[in-house]
């Protein structure tokens, strides 16, 4: 639409369209009325240039309509001005008060769809940060309007669907409309690790209420809309909003009609976050008023309720916390009664429980030092459930369950490498992996899960390796040999496919080429390398893995370079000698990846996992090995961490190089030293940021080794030096806090001769020069 047309003088399409669309506001028919703000609204969002020059227009356009004797006109025009609300809100401020107030009226509407568009206000005006106090005055008729529009509808698609799988012998299986598209995950490293929603799934940790799982996949309406209007409204408000709440929520609650208890749970859970000083009084008597709406008959109140409880997991954990012995009988309530949700013969109930479960988990794994410790009454109880979740759930419960065994299994942590406690999980898991055939639909979310599970269970997989393993290696050949045959090449990686998968066997050749199915099947193998260590050596030494990755490696697909380049990593750790035979192109590929020009949106996740493998390759090989490579990867690290723009590149990959080029320092650093004057500012700058850890260790090790070797050439870069020493925590490797020290009091000694050791250490800023003689006082 901003595109400028031949012939027009160089407007732009959207000017041209613009003003007669304005025109057409004032048809008498209708739908052109309806359509015609309906394609202006299209516009808003972006305010293209037609829209911006007839700004003032467009508003009195909607302003004139706002009464329009047609809902479906109304519905657009308050959809008009949420969107201006957003995109204009300098241009709306003057005339805000009377806006609420028709919003109001539009929330209260008889049609749907105008108060569907309506309730979209409050969330934008706050997400806007607008000032909250205009909104205040008009709580006491907000709140109980969102609550009416909360309950249910009588003919409802979700209950429906909820009520017609009560009391079934078997529940109907899910067709593929029903499961949420599989969306896979980035194993970045260096990259921040995302949260976890409020359903257990990867995400960036929103609170709305309407992200949960159980509604992502159905129509956004009205019923969701209101709530998570109020769930905004209480994080402004916070408990003002009490007052007008809870008389309503208590009188539903007492109402026979289970719809009206359904809405007053699904308010308590909305306010949960945002209410919880003025509810915690309540709590106790609160949880004991939801525990026994478990086993409501109706499966949509229990439904709610097993989301409502996990919203107030903090408060429980937290009175653990403060009360040992008082606050463990009301979790243990609460999680018996989560539990036992999950074997709801209700498939809907099901989904519920195992998503509460998640978020009780999530929440435990939140700001505690030992979340084991805390689920530790749980633990056997949880892996059962899930377990049997795995075994009998239809599909859409089965995903679900996929996350909160991720989420279980990342707090546990190191628990799962108790035979016992692994045991429990990974035979229906491996089971679900193994039996599914290549072109499974749902096979991608197993390996996933399997990817994820797999690292924490230490030892205890070894069992159910070889088996992983095959199946794994077998799917990424058949996969590599489809894509092979789509581009109609035949190359080493068809014929590795077709040596592994067996030709047309069950997972070789007949498949549909699919790259996430490469991507997965080597974070499976990740998974077992992070488990085994050593001990997945027999699994590769018998495979084609090693040159199947060097294939991956150099994929058109930047997702399978990122997982090849991971693997490569793990491999490094756990099985270096199988990578000697291909270092020299190993290296050389790696190198290739961080190119500057190649380091872009798209790319970046497999040049941080090619630097990270090729830091994990140095500290393993023979340093004769890696040095002929030294300089070279050495000029690649500094060219990025010497960027000087347009832009700035992400702190991933800054924090990637400044550790591989701390790596190679350590194990090359007669090479290096010569160079030292050319990095020393960028890197010892770059030093500074990253967090305490082995990798950070290695990287300091390094750099001291080229400071003793050439300490003249570190000189310009002496503050930044006493910085980067300044940003430990704490150093736990006592080799090192001697290395530092050594370095400082050399520089001290040697500068004090000439005199200009004051002068060089006043250069470092106050309080740096502060937590140098906090950690090395004795020498400073």
């Known amino acids: 639409m901003e595109v400028e047309l031949a012939g027009s003088g160089g407007a732009s399409a959207s000017s041209l369209v613009v003003p ?49 004797s047609s809902n479906r006109v109304r519905k657009e025009v308050v959809s008009g001005l949420v969107a201006s609300t957003t995109t204009l809100p300098e241009r709306l401020v003057p005339f805000m008060r009377q806006l609420v107030e028709y919003m109001l009226a539009s929330n209260e509407h008889s049609d749907p769809a105008v108060a569907l568009a309506a309730a979209e206000f409050w969330t934008a005006y706050l997400e806007l940060q ?364 068809s014929a590795l496919a077709t040596a592994i998968a067996g030709g047309t066997s069950a997972d070789g050749g007949n498949v549909e080429y699919d790259p996430n199915y490469i991507v997965l099947a080597l974070d499976v193998i990740s998974g077992l390398a992070q488990a085994l260590q050593a001990s997945i050596e027999s699994l590769v030494v018998a495979s084609p893995l090693v040159q199947m990755l060097m294939l991956c490696c150099s994929d058109p697909s930047p997702d399978i370079r990122q997982s090849a380049f991971a693997l490569i990593g793990d491999l490094a750790s756990a099985c270096v000698a199988h990578l000697l035979p291909v270092l020299d192109p190993l290296v050389s590929c790696a190198l290739t990846m961080l190119e500057l020009p190649r380091i872009t949106d798209i790319n970046l996740a497999a040049a941080n996992n090619a630097c990270w493998s090729l830091g994990e390759v140095v500290i393993k090989v023979d340093a004769e090995r890696i040095a002929v490579h030294a300089e070279a990867i050495a000029h690649r690290t500094t060219s990025i961490l010497s960027y000087k723009g347009p832009g700035r590149l992400p702190h991933s990959i800054l924090e990637n190089c400044s550790i591989t080029l701390g790596r190679t320092a350590w194990r090359c650093a007669e090479q290096l030293a010569p160079h030292l004057g050319h990095f020393a500012v960028q890197w010892c700058g770059q030093l500074r940021n990253i967090r305490d850890g082995t990798e950070k260790e290695h990287a300091f090790l390094g750099l001291c080794r080229l400071v003793r070797m050439n300490p003249e050439a570190a000189l310009p870069a002496f503050p930044l030096l006493c910085s980067a020493f300044a940003s430990w925590r704490r150093v736990s490797c006592e080799g090192l806090r001697n290395e530092m020290a050594e370095i400082l009091q050399l520089y001290k000694a040697n500068l004090s001769v000439s005199g200009r050791w004051e002068q060089c250490f006043s250069d470092v800023p106050d309080s740096v020069r502060g937590k140098i003689v906090q950690m090395f006082g004795n020498v400073m």
């Open 130 to 493: 607008l000032d909250p106090g205009l909104l205040r005055p008009y709580l006491a008729r907000l709140i109980p309007i969102l609550l009416k529009n909360m309950v249910f509808d009588e003919y409802d698609d979700e209950v429906a669907d909820a009520e017609a799988a009560e009391g079934a012998a078997t529940q109907k299986e899910d067709r593929d409309q029903d499961v949420k598209p599989f969306m896979p995950r980035t194993r970045e490293h260096g990259a921040p690790t995302a949260g976890v929603d409020e359903a257990g799934n990867g995400g960036d940790g929103g609170e709305a209420v309407a992200d949960d799982d159980e509604e992502a996949l159905n129509a956004w309406n009205l019923r969701k809309c209101s709530a998570e209007a109020l769930d905004m409204l209480s994080n402004n408000f916070g408990d003002d909003l009490l007052p007008v709440l809870l008389p309503i929520v208590q009188q539903r609650l007492q109402d026979s009609n289970w719809r009206s208890r359904e809405s007053a749970i699904l308010a308590l859970g909305a306010v949960a976050h945002g209410c919880h000083a003025g509810l915690q009084p309540f709590l106790e008597g609160m949880i004991h008023m939801l525990l026994p709406a478990l086993q409501d008959p109706r499966p949509m109140v229990r439904v709610i309720t097993c989301w409502t409880l996990g919203r107030y997991s903090h408060w429980l954990f937290q009175g653990v916390v403060d009360r040992p012995g008082g606050g463990r009988p009301l979790l243990d309530e609460v999680m018996i009664g989560v539990l036992r949700s999950m074997g709801d013969s209700n498939k809907f109930v099901q989904q519920a429980a195992v998503s509460s479960l998640a978020v009780i988990v999530e929440t435990a794994g939140e700001g505690h030092n030992s979340p084991d410790m805390l689920l530790e009454p749980y633990v056997k109880a949880m892996l059962e459930a899930l377990a049997a979740a795995l075994t009998c759930y239809t599909r859409r419960g089965v995903a679900v369950t996929f996350d909160a065994l991720s989420c279980t299994v990342r707090v546990l942590g190191s628990r799962m490498a108790d035979p016992t406690l692994a045991g429990i999980v990974l035979p229906p898991l491996v089971r679900k992996f193994t039996s599914a055939p290549p072109t499974d639909k749902d096979l991608l979310a197993t390996m996933e899960c399997l990817a994820n599970v797999t690292p924490h269970t230490g030892r205890a997989v070894e069992l159910y390796a070889k088996p992983v393993y095959d199946k794994a290696t077998a799917l990424a050949a058949a996969y590599m040999h489809s894509g092979q045959q789509q581009q109609q090449q035949a190359g080493e990686a």
């Open 20 to 68: 007669p669309l304005l025109q057409l506001l004032r048809s008498a028919v209708d739908d052109v009325r309806c359509m015609a703000v309906a394609c202006l609204n299209l516009m808003a969002p972006h305010m293209l240039k037609g829209l911006q020059e007839n700004v003032e227009g467009y508003l009195h356009g909607l302003f004139a309509l706002a009464n329009d």
